[in-house]
Nanobody, 121 residues
């Protein structure tokens, strides 16, 4: 599966952004989907994940309650809605896919290119 993320940009603290990740292929609904981020000088970290059908979602503690993840299997797209953004959310955000949820959160099989999110204070 090929992934293309977009929707990043510059936003003030407290603002919102929605990232999208479009996937190619006819088996999108067979993949768990997720988002990761990498801030300057830091390792890439898990942000959020969603199960095949969208019934289960997972978030890292630092974004719980502020970010939501959703998917539209008819459009082969996964979304990350980011609200109440903080300067520490500044990073390059990557979407990822894997058939297995555990593998998705620890070492996805497929990565998209990153999209920059910058939150100004």
């Amino acid at each position: 599966v090929q992934l293309q993320a977009f929707g990043g940009g510059l936003v003030q603290a407290g603002g919102s952004l929605r990232l999208s990740c479009a996937a190619s292929g006819r088996t999108f609904s067979s993949y768990c989907m997720g988002w990761f981020r990498q801030a300057p000088g830091k390792e890439r970290e898990f942000v959020a994940a969603i199960s095949w059908g969208g019934g289960d979602t997972y978030f890292t503690d630092s974004v719980e309650g502020r970010f939501t993840i959703s998917r539209d299997n008819a459009k082969n797209t996964v979304y990350l809605q980011m609200n109440s953004l903080k300067p520490e959310d500044t990073a390059v955000y990557y979407c990822a896919a894997d058939p297995d949820m555990i593998d998705l959160t620890t070492g996805p099989g497929y990565w998209g290119q990153g999209t920059q999110v910058t939150v100004s204070s």
